[in-house]
């Protein structure tokens, strides 16, 4: 069975700080999403990555595939990064679907 | 370009009764996936529809189904309805089939009374 596990559940920050989240995965899982939800529901699609690194303006995304692990990295952090972020993998080559991790709760106080 | 607009974005149902949600993917996705979240389950893969066919199914008992019309909208609906259904119904399109980056819609909200 395909398993996604993140960590930290809920993380709790000062503006400014480095944020890591963290993801790890079993085999079968070929590549990795991450996810922003924000109060509401919408989901944004921050990342999706296979191998290596990506970077979007303050946000860092690298996967290390012989350690099935994955992380997310939010620097300078500020308030408006509060949101949920989740990573889901892709199993099958994308014919399961995605599996989904339960979430991270962020909280940046100003 | 427009974004995905699901409809309707909340809905209030009773037992047994059953639903019918609609999702309209970006202009020239071919593929649209469907999601369910519910605080204790988290986000759980539904199914994706690619060019009016079901490749894949998520681990949902056959009260759950789907279809894809040729303009690429899709529709997913839920037939007697049980309390465990109330969840925010998420829909996702993208250009491509098999969980390549996806765009997701603003959600429908279920309650079953």
């Known amino acids: 069975k395909n398993e996604v596990e993140q960590s930290p559940q809920n993380l709790t920050a000062q503006e400014g700080e480095f944020i890591t989240i963290n993801c790890s995965y079993s085999v079968g899982i070929s590549a990795l999403h991450w996810l922003q939800q924000h109060p509401g529901g919408g989901i944004v699609s921050l990342f999706m990555?296979?191998?290596g690194k990506k970077k979007h303006g303050r946000l860092i995304a690298t996967i290390n595939i012989q350690e099935k692990h994955s992380s997310l990295h939010i620097t300078a952090s500020h308030p408006r990064d509060s949101a949920v972020y989740i990573c889901a993998g892709v199993s099958g080559g994308g014919a399961d679907g995605l599996t989904f991790g339960k979430g991270t709760h962020l909280i940046i106080q100003p | 370009k427009a974004g995905v607009t699901q409809t309707p974005r909340y809905l209030i149902k009773t037992r047994g009764q059953q639903v019918t949600l609609s999702c309209s993917p970006i202009s020239g996705h071919r593929s649209v996936s469907w999601y369910q979240q519910t605080p204790g389950q988290g986000l759980q893969f539904l199914f994706e529809?690619?060019?009016?066919?079901?490749?894949n199914k998520g681990n949902f008992p056959g009260r759950f189904s789907g279809r894809q019309f040729s303009n690429s909208r899709s529709e997913m609906n839920v037939s007697t309805l049980e309390l465990g259904d109330s969840a925010l119904y998420l829909c996702?399109?993208?250009?491509?089939?098999?969980?390549?980056?996806?765009?997701f819609g603003p959600g429908t909200r279920l309650t079953v009374l």
């Open positions: 990555l296979s191998s």
């Open positions: 529809y690619f060019s009016e066919t079901q490749r």
């Open positions: 996702a399109s993208s250009f491509l089939a098999g969980a390549n980056e996806q765009f």
